[in-house]
């Protein structure tokens, strides 16, 4: 009994210390059937993928598909929050050249509007300092992620709950209802047993990965099994054990395909 795929990692491309061909080589070696490839999103302010970088890193998937055939390469991004209204940044256009599409909160980020920074940003970084947040925020955190699970096709949540303080089980109902992967992240997992045993019981299914940002840790799911193990989670409820997700943007292009759209 094994993971099959591991679908959150990061290269030189933005806050990685390996190549693409080192992670595909690294998940090979780990014996997974699939791979994701998601760099940090086009706002982040340290450790950004370059727009103009992405042909050339199509480019060099392309050729690694050719070159190991034994294994299914997702090219994707790990797209930010930048806006209080849920908006993020990948434009509409660019997302069907995406394999998937991955979303997280993160503190270093061009936000949209100074209203952003001001009821969303430096609250919670304010916030994290004291490690306490109030119900208002909370609110408001969660209000965000529902509105941007509604706008857009996004397949993972990253390390829900890191950085910004949300309601678990109101958003994982919103990912089960959406058929978003509800995320247990390999480096952070930023959510109680309590919070787990509350977001499982909604129904909605897990995924786990690695967030390798080397290629030494691609494959590596001890902290988000440790967890499944701890509270309890049905594997049965986690996409990647024992079988390949059926991601959400996935499944629509195939939609839009059958009826001509694309």
């Given at each position: 009994?094994?993971?099959?795929g591991d679908y959150h990692t990061h290269t030189v491309y933005s806050h990685g210390k390996g190549t693409i061909e080192e992670n595909i080589a690294a998940a090979v070696d780990a014996g997974l059937k699939e791979i994701?490839?998601?760099?940090?999103?086009?706002?982040?302010?340290?450790?950004?993928?370059?727009?103009?970088?992405?042909?050339?890193?199509?480019?060099?998937?392309?050729?690694?598909?050719?070159?190991?055939?034994?294994?299914?390469?997702?090219?994707?991004?790990?797209?930010?929050?930048?806006?209080?209204?849920?908006?993020?940044?990948?434009?509409?256009?660019?997302?069907?050249?995406?394999?998937?599409?991955?979303?997280?909160?993160?503190?270093?980020?061009?936000?949209?509007?100074?209203?952003?920074?001001?009821?969303?940003?430096?609250?919670?970084?304010?916030?994290?300092?004291?490690?306490?947040?109030?119900?208002?925020?909370?609110?408001?955190?969660?209000?965000?992620?529902?509105?941007?699970?509604?706008?857009?096709?996004?397949?993972?949540?990253?390390?829900?709950?890191?950085?910004?303080?949300?309601?678990?089980?109101?958003?994982?109902?919103?990912?089960?209802?959406?058929?978003?992967?509800?995320?247990?992240?390999?480096?952070?997992?930023?959510?109680?047993?309590?919070?787990?045993?509350?977001?499982?019981?909604?129904?909605?299914?897990?995924?786990?990965?690695?967030?390798?940002?080397?290629?030494?840790?691609?494959?590596?799911?001890?902290?988000?099994?440790?967890?499944?193990?701890?509270?309890?989670?049905?594997?049965?409820?986690?996409?990647?054990?024992?079988?390949?997700?059926?991601?959400?943007?996935?499944?629509?292009?195939?939609?839009?395909?059958?009826?001509?759209?694309?």
């Amino acid at each position: 009994m094994a993971f099959w795929g591991d679908y959150h990692t990061h290269t030189v491309y933005s806050h990685g210390k390996g190549t693409i061909e080192e992670n595909i080589a690294a998940a090979v070696d780990a014996g997974l059937k699939e791979i994701g490839i998601t760099d940090h999103g086009f706002r982040h302010m340290a450790y950004n993928v370059r727009r103009m970088d992405w042909p050339y890193m199509e480019r060099e998937v392309k050729n690694l598909r050719l070159k190991y055939p034994q294994i299914n390469i997702h090219l994707g991004l790990e797209a930010n929050f930048n806006s209080f209204d849920g908006y993020i940044d990948v434009l509409p256009s660019e997302v069907s050249n995406m394999d998937l599409i991955i979303c997280g909160y993160h503190k270093v980020m061009k936000f949209d509007r100074a209203r952003d920074f001001f009821r969303f940003w430096l609250p919670n970084i304010f916030y994290g300092i004291f490690r306490t947040t109030p119900k208002k925020q909370i609110r408001r955190n969660t209000e965000m992620y529902l509105r941007a699970l509604e706008k857009y096709e996004l397949d993972i949540l990253s390390h829900p709950n890191t950085g910004a303080k949300i309601d678990i089980t109101e958003v994982a109902k919103a990912c089960k209802h959406f058929g978003t992967y509800f995320e247990l992240n390999g480096k952070r997992i930023s959510m109680s047993h309590q919070e787990l045993e509350a977001a499982a019981a909604t129904g909605v299914e897990f995924i786990c990965n690695s967030d390798a940002h080397d290629p030494s840790r691609v494959g590596d799911f001890s902290r988000g099994q440790a967890a499944i193990e701890a509270v309890g989670i049905p594997y049965t409820q986690v996409a990647n054990w024992e079988r390949l997700p059926e991601f959400r943007s996935k499944k629509l292009k195939e939609k839009l395909n059958v009826h001509g759209f694309l």
